[in-house]
Every structure is written in C-alpha cells, then in structure tokens.
C-alpha cells in the first residue's frame, strides 16, 4: 500500500525559510518513476498548485511561489523535497503532497511575526 508523509511545516517569521518533505513508500517505483507535486490550502480557499517534478526531472512553478520556492527530489530516499525562501504571510497554508493522485495528511506551515 502506498503511503505519502509530508514533514516540515511549522511557524516561520516573514522572509524566513522552511524544508517541507514528501516521503513515499510502499511502492515499486518511487518518486523516480512518477511526477510529483506540492499543493496548498488555505483556511476557506480552494487546494491550489504550487510546484512539481517530473518523472524527467522537469519543474513547474506556480506564479506565485516562482523564484522563491525549490522543488527536487531524492531518489534513493523516495523523497521529494520543497524548499521554501522569502516566506510571506500568504504562503500560509496546509501543504500536500500528490503521488500518483494519493495525498498525504498534509504539514502545516504558518508565516507570521
């Protein structure tokens, strides 16, 4: 059975930086094998795309997180990483991680003074 844990979100002050984590298991072919993407969603929002991977390795930015956030993986940890810089209040959000249409629980991740 595939399971997907994402880790990493916490309180973070404007401008500062998180790590979230996607970890998947249980499957054959991993990270590797599949495109992989981070989704957000904000209290009373619709879940919204914010970045993904490919199976090739390609990247896809929402506008609004371009140049600030990273997306990459490793394969031999079936990780896919979301390296978050120059956070702003409205980064804040429950971040999920999408493996072929399998969610996790999601990580938390408030920016706020």
């Known amino acids: 059975q595939v399971q997907v844990v994402e880790s990493g979100g916490g309180l973070v002050r404007p401008g500062g930086s998180l790590r979230l984590s996607c970890a998947v298991s249980?499957?054959?072919?991993?990270?590797?094998?599949?495109?992989t993407g981070w989704y957000r969603q904000a209290p009373g929002k619709q879940r919204e795309f914010v970045a993904t991977i490919s199976r090739e390795g390609h990247v896809y930015y929402a506008d609004s997180v371009k140049d600030r956030f990273t997306i990459s993986r490793d394969n031999a940890k079936n990780t896919v990483y979301l390296q978050m810089d120059s956070l702003k209040a409205e980064d804040t959000s429950v971040y999920y991680c999408?493996?072929?249409?399998?969610w996790g629980q999601g990580t938390q991740v408030t920016v706020s003074s």
């Open positions: 999408d493996f072929r249409n399998i």
């Open positions: 249980g499957t054959t072919f991993g990270v590797g094998g599949y495109a």
